[in-house]
Nanobody, 130 residues
Framework: QVQLVESGGGLVQAGGSVRLSCAAS????????MGWFRQAPGKEREFVAA????????YYADSVKGRFTISRENAKNTVYLQMSSLKPEDTAVYYC???????????????????????WGQGTQVTVSS
């Protein structure tokens, strides 16, 4: 299995920026497409951003496109989510996830479907104040 640990969350003022990190265990990290999701109280977990296993392709939710950037550094087994121009509605617990099936698909395979991801981190809280 893959273990994921998110970090970097906290209290941020509206308009500010935060970079979240997701550290993965094991060398198999390089085989998996990775995604970021978020969940606010009383809401469904929603897709935020995803990146293919090689980092060549990215996909963003419309609500964050242009403000958030996902990237990965495979040598460090780490995925990042750079968040800028933060809004109070961005407040949520942010989760890092790994898609194990992507290892058997095209290198450019990517998905924003929550149900397609197999491993999840514990989440990190991001609170954007107004």
């Amino acid at each position: 299995q893959v273990q994921l640990v998110e970090s970097g969350g906290g209290l941020v003022q509206a308009g500010g920026s935060v970079r979240l990190s997701c550290a993965a265990s094991g060398r198999t990290f390089i085989n998996y497409a990775m995604g970021w999701f978020r969940q606010a109280p009383g809401k469904e977990r929603e897709f935020v951003a995803a990146i293919s296993r090689g980092g060549s392709r990215t996909y963003y939710a419309d609500s964050v496109k242009g403000r958030f950037t996902i990237s990965r550094e495979n040598a460090k087994n780490t995925v990042y989510l750079q968040m800028s121009s933060l809004k109070p509605e961005d407040t949520a617990v942010y989760y890092c996830a790994a898609d194990e099936d992507s290892a058997y698909y095209s290198a450019g395979y990517i998905t924003g479907a929550v149900g397609e991801y197999d491993y999840w981190g514990q989440g990190t809280q991001v609170t954007v104040s107004s």
